[in-house]
């Protein structure tokens, strides 16, 4: 029969085939949100770009707001482990993770792959990258201990090769053992011929590459982390894996010119995994990841900035893959003086104004994480009118506004051609609506190229519980510093995985833009609308309760408990603030919802029902429920189990099958027997229960 049906249908000719290709061809255009599992980070200061690498071989590279480009390896299993650019070339190099080297170049607005490199053996595995001040040769450090050149205008090795044994000949008898693999190369500044080789087990050798030989060899008891020359390139600090840190004199071999310090000793730390030296007028600055004490601190994802006295450590929610600092003057050959300090991390990416007094984060122009807190629901809205647009934005600066630094964003590379509408009106207003885990409704401006945060609603703010954080009126949880902990902690950042409470997961959103009406659903079944005003108020938030299952006397809800309204005065700040709440019973998790604003009212549907609310005069209108009159156990209060429903279907079909089988030869045998009339046999409860249920029925629609 199937193949009967099929055969009858009317397929679709050739013309209508290249139609629907031409009118469905879908392509990837913009890329939104977060880079998934990046790995590596760059950093151009000639021409301000900055670069991310990830765990899937995407290549991305960013300047000003609406300058991107992306670059894919054909090798999607192969992460990226380690960026070069060539400053000022639009060029970069990219290490992966299967040893081999690929040239990108930006050409005619997207990122091109022209070349690639490859090491073969196990001893030749890449672990240190140096690019030369001349930009003819990238150094290659590799776990068997040589270095290896390759000539960046052919992307060829070069022939030759910094060996480890010759290395070592002027290293002292004593440590004239295995030094491991070379874990940091670093080129002296203003002497291009020298180089500082560090190796795994703690040797330094500072190699003169002209003469060639060993100028000078520094000995470290713990194992090397990173290295990093001062500006003048007389001294150079060193970070070690037992959490601290050295400074050496380039002129005096051996040891350190100061002892270690290890900043959170003196019990044990942990590493200190990379290390700036930055040199300005007033005083140098340190900044260092890791370090913390492992016995009480191992968890935390930590960089601290020391400048003079000052001393702040920027505490994160994620992983610290890399980071850098932004020059005021990348071309001034004295100081260093930096702007800004650039941190990726596993989950976002973060920018601290350094010139500030207080070290605020920058608001981020892109990557913004979309999923700071998981993504339960979204809705975009077209032709937002320009009243509401602009309320939004008021509203979302004066929640920011102690949050960021209004500094400009320090990268600033490349050009928007052919953009009309740059810096002026925007063609076209169009909002996204993400619902939240955390009980926050998120706005973002999808106009542009980049995706960019408006406004966050809250509406933790109206319930109480012992979890439920509240929030300050600038959108983060009000915390205050205590100055006297040690070590300095600061929280930065806006990812958070956790959730106070999983009742307050935003299940449904709607938007309306002409009266700029929100309602926001939840899992507990509490149902949200709030109006935009530009001014702060205080009042109290009605709750009105409507049962669903009303009618239903055997009715049990097995599930969570709804959320417990604060009650009193509350005090609502500009932007979308709270008119009404209707609270369904059983609170189960919205699963529809519909706004007509010109009637105010408001529909939400859940897994037993449906209920529609006056929002105006704050009065339930109606309640129906769908649940079958005989299932009265509690429908949405446990999660289906597939599998289990999948059998019994099966289970079910096939006991219909042989039902059906049995009474066409009941049939059958039923036409050649004399009997004039066929007994068909009743059920008594059968009858009385389609009875029943056929009453229940009238009386709920009547």
Not at 399 to 410: A, H, V
Not at 504 to 519: E, H, I, R, Y
Request: hydrophobic share 35%.
């Amino acid at each position: 029969m199937l193949k009967f049906i099929r055969g009858k249908g009317q397929q679709p000719s050739a013309e209508r085939q290249k139609l629907q290709r031409e009118l469905f061809a879908f392509r990837k255009t913009v890329q939104h949100g977060f880079p998934h599992k990046p790995t590596a980070l760059a950093w151009d200061p000639a021409l301000r770009l900055l670069a991310i690498g990830t765990a899937t071989g995407s290549v991305k590279v960013f300047g000003k707001p609406g300058v991107e480009f992306y670059g894919q390896h054909t090798n999607h299993d192969s992460s990226v482990t380690q960026l070069v650019f060539l400053p000022n070339e639009g060029r970069i190099v990219s290490l992966c993770d299967d040893n081999s080297l690929h040239l990108w170049e930006i050409n005619e607005g997207c990122l091109e792959e022209v070349k690639s490199q490859a090491l073969e053996g196990k001893l030749k595995k890449i672990s240190a990258v140096c690019l030369e001040s001349a930009c003819e040769h990238l150094l290659l450090g590799t776990e068997g201990g040589n270095i290896y050149l390759l000539n960046l205008k052919t992307f060829e090795m070069a022939d030759t090769i910094i060996y480890q044994d010759v290395v070592m000949q002027n290293v002292p008898e004593d440590y004239k053992i295995n030094p491991g693999a070379v874990e940091a190369i670093a080129e002296q500044p203003g002497n291009p011929d020298r180089i500082l080789i560090g190796y795994n087990r703690g040797l330094m050798v500072l190699w003169d590459r002209k003469t060639p030989g060993a100028e000078q060899t520094y000995i470290s008891t713990q194992q090397l982390e990173s290295v990093c020359w001062h500006k003048s390139g007389s001294r150079f600090a060193s970070s070690h894996n037992d959490g601290s840190y050295a400074i050496w004199d380039a002129s005096v071999g051996e040891r350190p010119s100061e002892e270690p310090t290890t900043v959170y000793g003196p019990f044990p730390c942990k590493a200190v995994t990379k290390l700036l030296w930055r040199h300005a007028k007033k005083d140098d600055y340190m900044v260092f990841a890791g370090g913390m004490p492992r016995a009480s601190y191992s968890d935390r994802h930590t960089i601290t900035v020391q400048h003079g006295k000052r001393h702040v450590v920027f505490d994160f929610t994620s992983k610290v893959i890399d980071f850098f600092t932004v020059a005021i003057d990348p071309d001034d050959r004295e100081f260093d003086e930096p702007e800004a300090l650039i941190v990726l991390l596993e989950e976002e990416l973060l920018a601290i104004d350094l010139l500030a007094d207080d070290w605020r984060m920058l608001s981020l122009p892109y990557l913004v994480s979309l999923h700071a807190s998981a993504v339960t629901c979204s809705q975009h809205i077209s032709g937002v009118p320009q009243d509401l647009w602009q309320n939004i934005m008021l509203a979302g600066k004066k929640q920011t506004q102690d949050l960021y630094s209004d500094r400009e964003w320090p990268v600033t590379g490349g050009k928007i051609l052919g953009d009309a509408t740059e810096g002026g009106e925007k063609a076209s207003r169009e909002l996204l609506l993400t619902g939240h885990e955390d009980g926050t409704v998120r706005f973002w401006d999808a106009s542009g190229i980049a995706l960019q945060p408006l406004y966050k609603f809250g509406s933790a703010q109206l319930f109480s519980g012992e979890e439920i954080a509240i929030e300050g009126s600038n959108g983060a949880p009000d915390e205050e510093e205590d100055e006297d902990e040690w070590p300095p902690f600061r929280k930065v950042g806006a990812f958070d995985p956790y959730s106070d409470d999983p009742r307050l997961a935003v299940k449904k959103v709607a938007l309306c833009p002409m009266s700029g009406t929100l309602v926001v659903a939840g899992t507990a079944g509490s149902v949200i609308v709030a109006k935009i005003n530009s001014d702060s108020v205080d009042k109290e938030v009605e709750v009105t309760p409507m049962n669903i299952v009303l009618d239903r006397d055997g009715f049990v809800w097995k599930g969570h408990d709804q959320l417990t309204p604060r009650g009193g005065t509350l005090s609502f700040a500009p932007g979308f603030q709270p008119n009404s709440l209707f609270q369904l019973h059983p609170p189960a998790a919205i699963t529809a919802l519909a706004l007509h604003a010109e009637w105010g009212l408001v529909a939400a549907g859940t897994a037993h029902g449906l209920a529609l609310f006056d929002y105006i005069r704050r009065k339930g209108v109606l309640t129906k429920c769908t649940l079958n009159p005989n299932d009265l156990s509690g429908a949405g209060d446990a999660p289906i189990s597939r599998r289990k429903s999948f059998k019994k279907s099966l289970r079910e079909s096939f006991r219909r099958l042989r039902k059906g089988r049995s009474t066409r030869q009941a049939d059958k045998r039923g036409a050649h027997s004399t009997s004039p009339t066929a007994v068909t046999p009743t059920d008594p409860r059968k009858k009385d229960g389609i009875a029943r249920l056929l009453v229940r029925c009238s009386v709920n629609t009547g």
